[in-house]
């Protein structure tokens, strides 16, 4: 008996397969949907690949034979999970693929503003090179591993971190719904309460998934208990923070910088709080767009690990990582 390949509409460009360097198994036919695709080969599909959750899900279950979704990205915010459940559309994210990307993105941060990187780098293009280069040598400057760093939430994220900061020399604390001794014992982390987090911490890193329950999770309250002169990094959802807070904290100098990946909504609007600050302060702020996961080296990773989930369903296996599961 021939078994014929499962069809696959894909939102991701033939480019980016060809640049992940991904091989497709026999299992699989993929449609890319901005350049083959019919209307008779989408109603074929039996499976979606998205690049996230921030996809048109009327038109995904308005597909008749349509049975699986596929993430590459693990948030799966945006997602009305309950309409796919009513249609028995199996959901799976890809979690912890770009762990270690954005523990690095994480560490990059530290080192950035350990070393003042945006206030240096201004130095560079003044009349008072000498003057501002000898008042920023000694205390200003500080290693990595003088710095306290606080986690909140310890996710793949947070645990990729941990190992990177221990190889380090890093002091690293955390906070979590759950304690985790099993990673206190394997990465040396100290399981804090939020309050003395943000009380002791120099750094205070945010890897939290974005719920009801997290929106605006970082307010004026939170931003107000850190210590004096912090640094903050967001490499989760732009809505876990009040970015006017966030702007605020940063113009009384009551943070030293902060590093954010992401927006509140994205893209970013041009009246977005952060891009109000005037030059001074956006030397003390580090802005990507949403970039901290995806180097070529994780995207492939992440790119196999989708499509080896979709081949699984496709010969009759349980796929892995089902988003419904989680509701």
Same mark, same amino acid.
């Given at each position: ?8 509409l894909s939102t991701i460009p033939k480019k980016r ?62 997602? /009305?999970?309950?309409? $796919? ?11 912890? =693929?770009? %762990? @270690? #990307? ?125 210590? /004096?002169?912090?640094? $903050? ?11 006017? =807070?966030? %702007? @605020? #904290? ?78």
């Amino acid at each position: 008996m021939i078994v014929l390949p499962m069809d696959v509409l894909s939102t991701i460009p033939k480019k980016r397969f060809r640049d992940a360097g991904i091989t497709l198994p026999p299992e699989l036919s993929i449609v890319h949907r901005e350049e083959d695709v019919t209307p008779y080969r989408e109603s074929t599909c039996r499976a979606v690949l998205s690049l996230h959750s921030h996809f048109p899900s009327d038109d995904y279950l308005s597909m008749p034979k349509l049975e699986m979704v596929q993430l590459l990205s693990a948030g799966h915010d945006a997602i /009305d999970v309950g309409r $796919f459940a009513k249609r028995n559309i199996i959901l799976c994210n890809n979690p912890g =693929a770009n %762990a @270690d #990307a954005v523990a690095e993105h994480i560490l990059m941060s530290i080192l950035y503003f350990a070393r003042r990187v945006g206030e240096c780098q201004a130095i560079d293009y003044t009349d008072a090179y000498t003057t501002q280069r000898n008042a920023m040598m000694g205390p200003l400057l500080r290693d990595a591993r003088e710095l306290h760093v606080g986690l909140i939430g310890m996710g793949q994220i947070g645990q990729a971190f941990a190992v990177m900061a221990r190889a380090l020399s890093i002091s690293c604390s955390y906070t979590s719904r759950t304690r985790r001794i099993d990673i206190e014992e394997a990465h040396g982390a100290t399981w804090r309460t939020l309050e003395t987090l943000l009380k002791v911490c120099d750094v205070i890193a945010l890897t939290l998934p974005l719920t009801p329950e997290t929106v605006h999770f970082m307010n004026r309250a939170r931003f107000a208990a850190m210590k /004096d002169d912090a640094i $903050f990094i967001n490499v989760s959802r732009g809505a876990l923070v009040d970015q006017e =807070a966030l %702007a @605020d #904290a940063l113009r009384s100098r009551k943070l030293y910088g902060a590093s954010t990946d992401v927006f509140d909504p994205e893209p970013p609007r041009p009246d977005n709080p952060l891009f109000q600050l005037p030059p001074d302060v956006r030397a003390r702020l580090l802005l990507t767009p949403h970039l901290a996961g995806i180097t070529h080296q994780t995207w492939r990773e992440m790119m196999q690990r989708a499509i080896s989930n979709l081949a699984r369903y496709a010969v009759g296996k349980e796929p892995l990582h089902h988003v419904n599961d989680e509701t």
